[in-house]
């Protein structure tokens, strides 16, 4: 069985572009070695399902690049990593990103996927609430860990003063409309339809 990363660089460029971010040949092929290694170790670790395989680029690569049109900051806190996404992939783009994943075995896994991609970042084996809080102006990214809400509340205590949240959301909420803008995101690329969502608090948008 074989991941559905593009076959060429310059496919994998168009398709990233139509999320508004580019990436560049070296990334493409670090983000295909990690792959290769997410594959090999995904059935003993239980990183992703059987059924994620087959949409690891469509799903779950092309996700994580839609979150680099709303990063506004380098520095990148990523909560609940899990897999890698999206933190890994924003690594493997450039960003200076900390992987915030409570699973050890998880922990260990992104340590090696690191050192094997050969990316610079920082992995901390905790939860984000039991961390000292970050700098005031601190970007924070979440994906599929906790709907944006209790997100929000979440990171609350572990920021000092004004901070932003960028994730995934499946369907438009309006419940944080006054903070928060939401971008749709395109399928195709993508294999399912949702949405970027940029929170700041306190509000404070472009």
């Not at 990334?27 to 949409?55: C, H, Q, W």
């Not at 890698?84 to 075995?105: H, N, Q, Y």
Request: glycine share 6%.
């Amino acid at each position: 069985m074989k991941h559905d990363l593009p076959a060429t660089f310059r496919e994998a460029s168009i398709q990233s572009s139509t999320l508004g971010a580019g990436i560049t040949e070296d990334s493409y092929g670090k983000i295909e070695v990690f792959l290769d290694l997410l594959m090999r170790t995904a059935g003993k670790t239980n990183l992703v399902g059987p059924a994620e395989i087959n949409r690891l680029w469509t799903r779950h690569v092309l996700e994580s690049v839609a979150f680099i049109p709303f990063l506004h900051s380098r520095k990148v806190i990523d909560v609940g990593t899990g897999a890698g996404f999206p933190g890994m992939i924003l690594a493997i783009c450039g960003f200076d990103i900390t992987m915030v994943e409570s699973r050890r075995k998880r922990c260990a896994f992104l340590e090696t996927a690191a050192r094997i991609c050969g990316v610079s970042c920082r992995i901390i084996n905790s939860r984000i609430e039991d961390l000292d809080p970050f700098p005031e102006h601190t970007t924070f990214t979440s994906r599929a860990v906790k709907d944006p809400e209790k997100m929000i509340e979440l990171i609350k205590p572990a920021a000092t003063g004004e901070f932003s949240l960028v994730t995934r959301i499946s369907t438009k909420i309006e419940t944080c409309s006054n903070a928060a803008i939401s971008e749709i995101l395109p399928v195709p690329p993508l294999d399912r339809s949702g949405f970027i969502l940029q929170y700041r608090h306190p509000c404070k948008l472009n």
